[in-house]
């Protein structure tokens, strides 16, 4: 990344993990009337270091004119305070650098909070799409249910990663709920179990509903191994949050 210019604030580093990540809280105070530049840097931890091909940067309480992203050809401009960087191959550990350009705070006074919601893509029946994601659910059989959320979805799917930490049992079953935010009418389209590498699982059964899921008859996940549930629903949820409970079912080797 670029060596900082007068006027340009600091970001650091920040590790994107599954979800929507705060990448800075910034004064308003601090931003002259031109509105200056936020530099940091993004470093991929998603678990398994699975790909991030897109950026979605927010911005709270104000907004900036664009935001650059390392190997991006062109900055990309924001529209309602948000702006989609596309075409990203960010493996595991992979860093990138992001400069948010013309930063603006609104009239209320309250600090900008910067956000970033990293995007992934996955294949269904030779169709590509782009998801977002939830933290990730570590089960076991003692502690076999998770809720987790997260700020800011943008697409027509999430992906749930899901690790097995019992160090004894094998995870051979899952079921799940999400809660949809008011005003979106949006529900479960499909559902699909894959590999911790994102290959399909088989044999499975699953279903679902317009809210929920479920899956068994699959090989058992391993201790200390990991699985995905690709969800897809009927329509993108536009920035709202989502959250989501999964619970697991247990049996010996």
Same mark, same amino acid.
């Given at each position: 990344?670029?060596?900082?210019?007068?006027?340009?604030?600091?970001?650091?580093?920040?590790?994107?993990?599954?979800?929507?990540?705060?990448?800075?809280?910034?004064?308003?105070?601090?931003?002259?009337?031109?509105?200056?530049?936020?530099?940091?840097?993004?470093?991929?931890?998603?678990?398994?270091?699975?790909?991030?091909?897109?950026?979605?940067?927010?911005?709270?309480?104000?907004?900036?004119?664009?935001?650059?992203?390392?190997?991006?050809?062109?900055?990309?401009?924001?529209?309602?305070?948000?702006?989609?960087?596309?075409?990203?191959?960010?493996?595991?550990?992979?860093?990138?650098?992001?400069?948010?350009?013309?930063?603006?705070?609104?009239?209320?006074?309250?600090?900008?909070?910067?956000?970033?919601?990293?995007?992934?893509?996955?294949?269904?029946?030779?169709?590509?799409?782009?998801?977002?994601?939830?933290?990730?659910?570590?089960?076991?059989?003692?502690?076999?249910?998770?809720?987790?959320?997260?700020?800011?979805?943008?697409?027509?799917? &999430?992906? $749930?990663?899901? =690790?097995?930490? /019992? @160090?004894?049992?094998?995870?051979? !079953?899952?079921?799940? #709920?999400? *809660? +949809?935010?008011?005003?979106?009418?949006?529900?479960?389209?499909? &559902?699909? $179990?894959?590999? =911790?590498?994102? /290959? @399909?699982?088989?044999?499975?059964? !699953?279903?679902?509903? #317009?809210? *929920? +899921?479920?899956?068994?008859?699959?090989?058992?996940?391993?201790?200390?191994?990991?699985?995905?549930?690709?969800?897809?629903?009927?329509?993108?949820?536009? !920035?709202?949050?989502?959250?989501?409970?999964?619970?697991?079912?247990?049996?010996?080797?």
């Amino acid at each position: 990344m670029a060596l900082l210019v007068p006027n340009t604030i600091p970001m650091g580093e920040t590790n994107l993990t599954a979800g929507t990540t705060k990448i800075g809280e910034i004064d308003p105070a601090a931003l002259p009337t031109s509105g200056p530049d936020a530099a940091g840097k993004l470093c991929n931890k998603v678990p398994g270091g699975v790909l991030i091909t897109d950026l979605t940067f927010s911005i709270k309480k104000g907004t900036a004119a664009s935001v650059e992203v390392e190997g991006v050809p062109t900055g990309v401009t924001f529209s309602n305070a948000t702006a989609h960087v596309n075409g990203l191959s960010m493996g595991g550990n992979v860093c990138l650098g992001y400069t948010l350009k013309s930063l603006s705070g609104d009239t209320s006074g309250a600090n900008l909070i910067c956000n970033v919601t990293p995007s992934y893509k996955d294949q269904v029946a030779g169709a590509v799409h782009e998801v977002n994601a939830l933290p990730l659910y570590e089960l076991s059989a003692l502690n076999d249910m998770a809720r987790n959320g997260t700020a800011e979805v943008y697409h027509r799917g &999430v992906l $749930l990663f899901v =690790a097995n930490a /019992d @160090p004894d049992q094998l995870l051979c !079953g899952l079921t799940g #709920s999400l *809660s +949809f935010p008011a005003g979106v009418d949006a529900t479960i389209e499909s &559902v699909h $179990l894959r590999e =911790a590498d994102g /290959d @399909p699982v088989t044999p499975v059964q !699953g279903s679902h509903s #317009s809210t *929920s +899921f479920e899956f068994s008859g699959f090989p058992g996940v391993k201790p200390k191994e990991s699985c995905r549930v690709l969800v897809l629903f009927t329509a993108p949820l536009e !920035g709202k949050s989502l959250r989501a409970t999964i619970t697991g079912s247990f049996t010996s080797p």
